[in-house]
């Protein structure tokens, strides 16, 4: 009987253990996690903040399901991991033999190295006890201060103000996410922000924080400014957890190196998630996210190849669909800074045909803003970013991912006030009809 | 509720319910699980995304709470054109 062990009880692990159980019904299964409250949903601690969510929805499995994939769970933390023995060895003291193993700790928050970061009320986003902090510390608090960017930091000001707590957001710049969205993208954003009551401070830096009898009560910035604060809230990005990989001798850059089985350099040890450095050949190196999605599918794949599988990871374009200031936005492909000279922006405002796609019936409602950004290639869509009106999006989803050819529009999409939404959608639906001539 | 107008209720909402349903959008779910908590009658469409398969459940009242609730867009509704003049 194959003996599994899978680190980490996030996404990737979860559906690692899936997939290994479609293929081994029998094989001994071993899920080690540090988190106290094992698998939940992590984006969706954005929710429970803004108390959009009860806490006990955050689990996606139930007991029951959990009973059903025959694991067994053990609430440790691995200190070394032996791969040539094929053993590890807890903080418990246990030791395990393992023929197959999984990597898949994720990643987690960088700290903020700033004077009065150990007081209480400094706090982060990074798991559920975290968000827990949060809330506790809101009912109280009057006032807060965030620093950072990226969704987390978004994430950390809406689900404060829901709670009533006047909050202050420093930015370094004069933009929001600015290797992402574009000047105009990080304006609608921050103006919803300063429309929500949020007060947006630019070209701001903290220095340290200031404290009293061992709490939060304000800070302070480089050029001498103080703002009184109950709550300093940070979210300056995450690092894949290597240590532990690092001190075993597994390859690493800034994750765990994997090839395209999701194997790393020690036989019968695989990474993913979070934690694993992919290559990625839509840009032609190694690289590392933090997406759901690929977290899900990388531990599928590395689960079927840990039961005997020889399946190959394809990264795919980059997408995720998030809300920025209560604006529903898709990202995908290319969007940033510092993209190829063979491209050319377009950017436009609204446009009613988004709406007129058959199949979608719109999710969201009440927005005032919209924002439609593509990428065009040579002979394909690159990218695109759909800000609050979500009808195009599936289009563009589709167009983008495989990498459709729309030479028939390239020229009119590049024109001047061309109508963009039109444009895709009939493209799109002219697909679509013939797709579905094919197959009948 | 007299017998004849409770069969049309139900009919009208059977009909709605053959006309439709929930289909969820896989890559766009991250299992926040707002959907099924805004179930009324507790249909675990979190699942159902997780898995990739319509809310076929028979109980589903097409109210559009999940469609209309979920922050990324996951759901939307397909028509069965069952009834299509």
């Not at chain 1, 209560?326 to 377009?346: A, E, F, Q, S, Y």
């Not at chain 1, 990218?383 to 991912?401: C, E, F, P, R, T």
């Not at chain 2, 009324?40 to 209309?68: F, Y």
Request: charged content about 25%; proline content about 3%.
């Amino acid at each position: 009987m194959q003996r599994y062990v899978i680190v980490g009880s996030g996404v990737a692990g979860i559906s690692a253990i899936e997939a290994l159980r479609e293929t081994d019904r029998s094989g001994e299964i071993t899920l080690i996690g540090d988190e106290v409250h094992n698998y939940y949903s992590r984006p969706g601690l954005a929710y429970y903040l803004t108390g959009e969510l009860a806490e006990e929805y955050l689990f996606p499995l139930s007991r029951n399901d959990f009973k059903n994939l025959n694991l067994r769970h053990l609430q440790a933390r691995v200190v070394s991991i032996d791969p040539l023995e094929h053993r590890l060895r807890l903080n418990t003291g246990e030791t395990l033999n393992y023929d197959r193993l999984l990597i898949a700790v994720g990643a987690s928050a960088l700290s903020l190295n700033i004077p009065g970061n150990d007081l209480a009320g400094v706090v982060k986003l990074d798991n559920l006890e975290d968000a827990r902090q949060i809330i506790r510390l809101a009912r109280k608090a009057r006032r807060a201060v965030v620093v950072g960017g990226g969704i987390t930091a978004l994430e950390i000001v809406e689900g404060l103000l829901a709670r009533g707590v006047r909050t202050h957001f420093l930015l370094r710049g004069e933009t929001y996410w600015s290797n992402v969205l574009d000047q105009v993208e990080s304006g609608i954003v921050l103006h919803k922000l300063q429309e929500e009551g949020v007060q947006v401070h630019f070209n701001t830096e903290i220095e340290k924080i200031l404290g009293n009898r061992g709490k939060v009560a304000g800070i302070q910035t480089r050029d001498g400014q103080r703002l009184a604060c109950d709550i300093l809230a940070y979210a300056i990005g995450v690092r894949p957890r290597i240590q532990l990989a690092q001190a075993s001798g597994l390859k690493t850059n800034r994750g765990i190196l994997v090839d395209n089985q999701l194997r790393t350099n020690a036989s019968d040890v695989f990474a993913a998630g979070d934690v694993a450095e992919v290559y990625d050949p839509f840009s032609g190196r190694s690289v590392i996210d933090s997406l759901w999605g690929p977290a899900r599918d990388q531990g599928r794949i590395a689960g079927k190849n840990m039961a005997g599988a020889s399946a190959h990871y394809s990264k795919p374009i980059p997408f995720n669909v998030t809300r920025l200031a209560n604006l529903t936005t898709m990202i995908i492909g290319t969007v940033g800074k510092g993209v190829d000279h063979d491209l050319v922006g377009i950017a436009r405002g609204d446009s009613e045909t988004w709406r007129q796609l058959p199949e979608a019936i719109a999710a969201q409602s009440d927005f005032d803003v919209n924002r439609l950004r593509i990428l065009v290639g040579q002979r394909t869509l690159l990218g695109a970013i759909v800000m609050g009106d979500q009808s195009l999006s599936k289009a563009l989803h589709h167009l983008i991912i495989n990498k459709v050819d729309i030479s028939a529009i390239r020229d009119r999409l590049l024109q001047a006030g061309a109508p963009l939404a039109s444009l895709i959608t009939d493209h799109y639906l002219k697909l679509r009809e013939a797709d579905a001539r094919t197959l009948h | 509720m007299n017998i004849k107008k409770f069969f049309r209720q139900d009919s009208v909402r059977r009909t709605a319910l053959v006309q439709g349903f929930v289909v969820p959008e896989t890559s766009r779910c991250v299992q926040c699980g707002i959907c099924s908590y805004n179930c009324p009658i507790n249909i675990d469409v979190r699942r159902h995304a997780w898995l990739g398969i319509p809310v076929k459940d028979s109980h589903c009242l097409t109210c559009g709470e999940c469609v209309a609730r979920c922050p990324r867009g996951v759901l939307s509704f397909e028509r069965t054109h069952l009834f299509a003049e």
